[in-house]
């Protein structure tokens, strides 16, 4: 949303930006007050009433309504006569936990369900079964109304992988367009030559932290693996490294120093072991001409170029990573390659440039299907 708001502006365009944060949510007193706001805010929909009225916009964009703006922010610029794109950065319209991912598994239990009983048994919406019961009925009501499917004229995905989930939803097909993420500031392309391999992210179990460092355990002593970030399972990283002299655990890093790292690394780590949207991580490894060794589970499979950008493994598999990180670090001449590949495909695909080209498209056809309606 940040990066959508500067580059509109940077191109000269007015943007007016609404917002709330979901720190909100520990003064709202409890999980079901919190998710009550997936059915209707009469606050939210009246400030978004006034400020069209003020701003008079060409266009909507949304980006995430859940839990505290409500779909009745959409409704009300549909009322307004205003054209709605709406970014489908989750799966919350089918999910109430918004992941597809329970228990250390990719989950789609509730998928293709009216209403997603089964997260309610697992308490998938903040552990609690009322909250997540809450949350359950707002999707079916939404579903019933038709809310997003009537009230939204361009839905925005970040992948093909996540196109091909949302048709189990009743929402028209030819309404949805691919918009990857970008980065603003292009880190430059680097040379690779630090001789390590670099894991940067949130440390996490669903981003395969467990199976990175079983990897590592079955690789030379020589192979130098970087870790920047933090996260729950920061405890078990600092653990790793203080047992492995071939495990460095540099903490949390500011964007430029991980920018820095990518520029020397031999590779990048996305081990991910749950649907993963379209990491900022991959965005910035193609940048700097930095191959990516992924799981080859979701959109990530899409995105990894196998042999041309970098290389896959099946999820959860620390021998078959092990095994392309050997690959990778044995084919010095084919790395050289790789790295021009990578740049390829960001320049292609990723620069701030084809962002703003599709957003305009995005908008363009949004607000020509508004006026087909008038």
């Known amino acids: 949303m940040e990066a959508h708001e500067q580059l509109l502006r940077e191109r000269g365009h007015e943007v007016r930006l609404l917002e709330a944060h979901n720190r909100e949510i520990a003064s709202a007193g409890s999980e079901f007050e919190a998710a009550a706001g997936c059915f209707y805010s009469r606050k939210w929909s009246a400030r978004v009433r006034r400020e069209i009225a003020e701003f008079r916009p060409d266009v909507a964009h949304v980006h995430n309504v859940f839990p505290l703006l409500s779909p009745g922010v959409i409704s009300a610029c549909k009322s307004a006569g205003v054209p709605v794109v709406q970014t489908l950065h989750n799966y919350r319209l089918m999910c109430p936990a918004g992941t597809l991912y329970r228990d250390g598994k990719i989950c789609e239990d509730c998928v293709g369900r009216l209403y997603p009983w089964p997260g309610v048994v697992h308490a998938c919406y903040r552990g ?57 500031q292009d880190p430059g392309m680097g040379e690779g030559k630090g001789g390590f391999f670099l894991f940067a992210g949130r440390l996490t179990p669903e981003k395969g932290i467990a199976t990175l460092l079983a990897a590592w355990s079955k690789l030379p002593s020589g192979m130098l693996l970087k870790i920047a970030g933090a996260g729950p399972m920061e405890d078990a990283v600092r653990r790793a490294a203080a047992a492995s002299s071939s495990i460095e655990y540099l903490g949390f890093q500011p964007a430029e120093t991980i920018h820095g790292l990518m520029r020397q690394a031999t590779g990048v780590l996305l ?104």
């Open 128 to 184: 609690s079964r009322l909250g997540t019961a809450v949350v359950g009925a707002g999707i079916m009501l939404h579903r019933g109304l038709r809310t997003y499917a009537k009230q939204v004229d361009c839905f925005a995905v970040l992948t093909d992988f996540a196109r091909a989930k949302f048709a189990a939803l009743p929402l028209p097909a030819e309404r949805f367009r691919k918009l990857p993420n970008w980065t603003s």
């Open 271 to 374: 081990p991910s072991q749950w649907y993963e949207g379209l990491p900022l991580t991959l965005v910035e490894s193609f940048a700097t001409g930095t191959p990516v060794i992924a799981s080859r589970l979701g959109g990530l499979a899409e995105l990894v170029s196998e042999g041309r950008t970098g290389w896959l493994f099946p999820a959860c598999d620390a021998a078959a990573l092990a095994a392309a990180i050997e690959q990778a670090a044995a084919n010095p001449a084919g790395l050289a390659a790789m790295r021009r590949e990578a740049r390829n495909e960001y320049e292609a695909h990723y620069s701030a440039e084809c962002a703003y080209r599709g957003l305009m498209e995005l908008y363009a056809t949004a607000i020509a299907r508004r006026g087909e309606k008038k």
